[in-house]
């Protein structure tokens, strides 16, 4: 119960990776506030799930391109949970589409910045105010934003390696205050991303160059979340921390 009594905002919380953080979170002692925007079922479920196992746990919907949102997203924690934040994993991002340079305009290219990194902007920015010293955040960011992604994924490796540098930015900024700032990249995870972007021949052989010879877990990334989030990790910051089986070397 490494995270006992701490209190943690997973943003895209409702679904795969974000469903699996918060339940690994909580499983070891936190207190959740779990963040969706458009999956209110999912994100009741991995709620139910949680308190099912003894956990506490609360909804809050929210679009986090929105200040507001953000804002009212770290209050609804508070209400709940205190008057402070000790963990924030900033989940919430998506590719939306596949599309090559000649089939974007501007609007999708600013709407898959947002949807990643905007987000986290404006999350981080809302928690860092209310965070307790010895909080940690952790961001999701992606092998994409290391090797420009696959085909037609240029908006969302741009915005992913936006992530990366913010998270070297606040790792200075935040750490005078003891907050730890630190990023995943995962790579190939199973998970409904692929199963809806990318096909099924690729998969394959994406997972048979990779030296573990496999995709990745949810439950796996949710791991190392919970260390990074955890005091196991207190001398780590600014961090890129590459969760791909080996497939690619940073």
Request: proline share 2%; aromatic share 6%; charged share 20%.
């Amino acid at each position: 119960m490494k995270l006992q009594n701490r209190v943690a905002i997973v943003s895209g919380g409702a679904r795969d990776i974000g469903k699996a953080i918060a339940i690994e979170l909580a499983g070891h002692g936190a207190k959740v506030a779990v963040n969706y925007f458009g999956s209110n079922a999912a994100a009741e479920e991995t709620v139910s799930e949680i308190t099912a196992a003894g956990g506490e746990a609360i909804a809050v919907k929210g679009d986090l391109t929105r200040t507001a949102d953000a804002e009212n997203l770290v209050q609804k924690t508070m209400q709940a949970f205190g008057p402070h934040i000790d963990i924030l994993v900033n989940n919430a991002g998506g590719i939306v589409a596949r599309k090559t340079l000649d089939e974007m305009d501007e609007d999708f290219f600013n709407h898959v910045l947002q949807l990643n990194t905007t987000s986290t902007f404006l999350l981080t920015k809302a928690v860092a105010a209310t965070m307790n010293e010895g909080g940690s955040i952790v961001n999701i960011a992606s092998q994409a934003g290391r090797d420009g992604g696959g085909p037609g994924a240029a908006a969302y490796a741009t915005a992913k390696g936006a992530v990366m540098t913010f998270t070297r930015a606040m790792a200075k900024e935040l750490g005078p205050r003891n907050i730890r700032v630190n990023a995943l990249c995962p790579g190939m995870i199973s998970t409904t991303f692929h199963d809806t972007f990318t096909k099924s021949e690729v998969r394959q052989n994406v997972a048979a160059g990779t030296p573990l010879g496999r995709e990745g877990t949810a439950a796996e990334v949710a791991k190392t979340v919970a260390f990074l989030a955890s005091d196991d990790a207190s001398f780590l910051t600014g961090l890129n921390l590459d969760t791909n089986g080996g497939l690619l070397f940073s």
